[in-house]
């Protein structure tokens, strides 16, 4: 491209004194304005009148603070608590902008994809999107008290060993058409007082239950998606409750839903293991469907 030289002048905004008292405006951040026949000037800040700003000369060290550390390039940005000094801005064309905006969204979407970065995200509040097919290994997640994760499957395959998620007194929702949560043993648990809300995808267990909450408090809701399990569907146990808004449940060789209300405990009240010295306490559990498909396909005898 050839180089064009143009050759101009730059003249000031300027006024005799008495016109600029007469106008009294407000100059622009470092607009300067000239008295023609004074031949003093002032420096406007955006929002001082001409006649409450000093002449340049005048000028207080409070109007341009930090002028000995600014550094060369650096402009005078003006906020609440004044004058500041900041890098100054590139100017960029709209298709640099459009650019940087496109990389911003394709990076938001990119999901996460190691192991040890979901398992991290997995236990503090936030969305969690898949951006490839992961396994969890052989150790479940554990999600804490206070923590609401959103997990999105994202059309991709999350898989699991004998019990790959405890909600542990938090909140965990499930989302993302096309994607699946597969597990060979238990596939969610809530406990704790913990909340496992699946809104859209598959939940899977090749080798026993689906989703799960055990525990007063604790909760599974079905708003849509699927859940297939070897067991049961769902399995609710020692008070805890279950609502079904949509969705398929199905249970391929027992109940699409199990569960009880009772639990061992000894003579203390602590919960223990069915020995002769245990008593059952009975803890009703609560069921409420509005909606949804149940399957129950028991295949096996007995």
Known sequence: MAEITLKTRIRLRRGTAAEWVAANPVLLLAEPGVETDTNKMKIGDGETAWLDLPYFAEAKAYELPGLEEAKVGQIAVKGEEGLS????VVPMSQSEIKAIIAQAIADANKGVSDESSLKAALVETGVVKLGADLALGAEPVVIPAGADVVLNLADHQLTGGESAIVVDGGLLTIQGDGGELKTTGRSIVARHGGKVILESGSVISTGSNGLGATGEDSAVIVNGGAVTAQEYGINITDGASLEINGGTIKGIDNCAIGGNGSRWVDASGKLTTKE??????????????????????IQSAG
């Not at 000094?85 to 100054?88: A, F, H, L, Q, V």
């Not at 010295?277 to 803890?283: G, K, M, S």
Request: hydrophobic fraction near 40%; proline fraction near 4%; charge should be negative.
């Open 85 to 88: 000094w900041k890098d100054e």
């Open 276 to 297: 002769s010295e245990a008593v059952r306490e009975q803890l009703p559990i609560e069921i409420v469907m509005n909606d949804g498909e149940l399957v129950s396909t």
